[in-house]
């Protein structure tokens, strides 16, 4: 079992991404063991548009009162300090004849699986 970090230290200003493979060739992940994201975390952010930790609103000038009625998301939600930007469990990119066959992969923040510019 492959188990997410917790604390906000571990993921910084946010990742895209949990586990990134790059520009790999012909490889096979495959067996009966579990990757947990431990997503809840990120599940039970209130919305982020109502906690700003930052004078970044001082920053913004508004055009026609747009910024009232959209405020900027920010980077981290004080409810609970994990970064809004939710990751990818395991995400492959630019490799070539990848498969992942037989294990599990649950309560990610976002996207359990995800292959970017990879080819078969």
């Not at 060739?25 to 994201?37: E, F, L, R, S, Y």
């Not at 300090?81 to 070539?96: C, D």
Request: hydrophobic content about 35%.
């Amino acid at each position: 079992m492959i188990v997410a970090p917790t604390d906000s230290e571990s993921w910084g200003r946010g990742l895209l991404w949990w586990i990134e493979f790059t520009k790999l060739k012909g490889i096979t992940i495959q067996g009966n063991g579990v990757i947990d994201g431990r997503g809840t975390g990120w599940w039970q952010q209130d919305n982020p548009f109502d906690y700003p930790i930052d004078d970044d609103f001082k920053l913004i000038v508004s055009l026609n009162n747009t910024v009232q009625e959209r405020p900027p998301m920010p980077i981290r939600s004080e409810l609970n300090g994990m970064p809004s930007i939710k990751p990818t469990a395991l995400r492959f990119y630019g490799s070539i004849d990848v498969t992942v066959t037989g294990i599990t992969i649950q309560n990610s923040p976002q996207c359990h699986l995800k292959f970017d510019n990879c080819v078969q």
